[in-house]
């Protein structure tokens, strides 16, 4: 029988660690041609979301919207690839997860201000409805990243976990 799996790597004083997780998620494969977070499918789909947003959204806003919504929308619509990014690049699993947690936010954040766009007649729902379907799929596998990392969640057991770090608590004397 042939399993899918997936590499988790990560490198800790310069030493590389790689974790085998099996099963595969659907919808989570690696593309081996990419490395880092470019080979991270749900990144390059919020990427591919962000864009399209970008390009094909905001231009039809009016222009006494550029610092207003627009700007609200650019900006929720680029963090979740952001959050996402900067997840995968934290150390632990459980900060992992907490990006993950504010790119759906951000991800819930767009798709209120597209509601708005298309109620203030801004964008039609036709226009939209491409759009629409994006956030439906990009919600379920950024559920699914994180069902999976929890899965694979390793806490205290991860390197270095036992080592605390302590600031010294003397003043800066500004």
């Keep these: 029988m042939n399993e899918c799996y997936s590499l988790i790597g990560y490198s ?10 099996l099963p595969l998620m659907e919808g989570m494969e690696m593309d081996d ?8 499918e749900i990144w390059q789909m919020a990427i591919r979301f962000s864009v399209d947003v970008c390009k094909l959204i905001l231009p039809k806003f009016p222009p006494e919207e550029k610092w207003g919504l627009t700007s609200q929308l ?6 979740i690839p952001a959050n996402i990014a900067e997840g995968y690049g934290r150390y632990y699993y459980t ?3 907490r990006f993950c947690y504010i790119a759906r936010g951000s991800l819930e954040e767009t798709y ?6 298309v109620r203030l007649g801004y964008v039609s729902e036709v226009e939209t409805k491409a759009i629409f ?10 559920n699914g990243y994180i069902a999976f990392l929890k899965r694979i969640k390793r806490g205290d057991k991860e390197p270095g976990a036992a080592s605390q770090v302590r600031e010294s608590h ?3 004397g500004f």
Aim: glycine share 6%.
């Design 12 to 21: 800790v004083l310069g030493i590389r660690y790689s974790v085998k997780v």
């Design 95 to 97: 900060e992992t997860v």
């Design 112 to 117: 209120s201000h597209l509601v708005m766009a």
């Design 74 to 79: 650019r900006r929720s619509v680029q963090s």
């Design 33 to 40: 041609s990419k490395t880092g977070i470019e080979s991270l």
């Design 170 to 172: 003397f003043g800066y």
């Design 133 to 142: 379907s994006e956030i439906v799929r990009l919600r379920q596998m950024i």
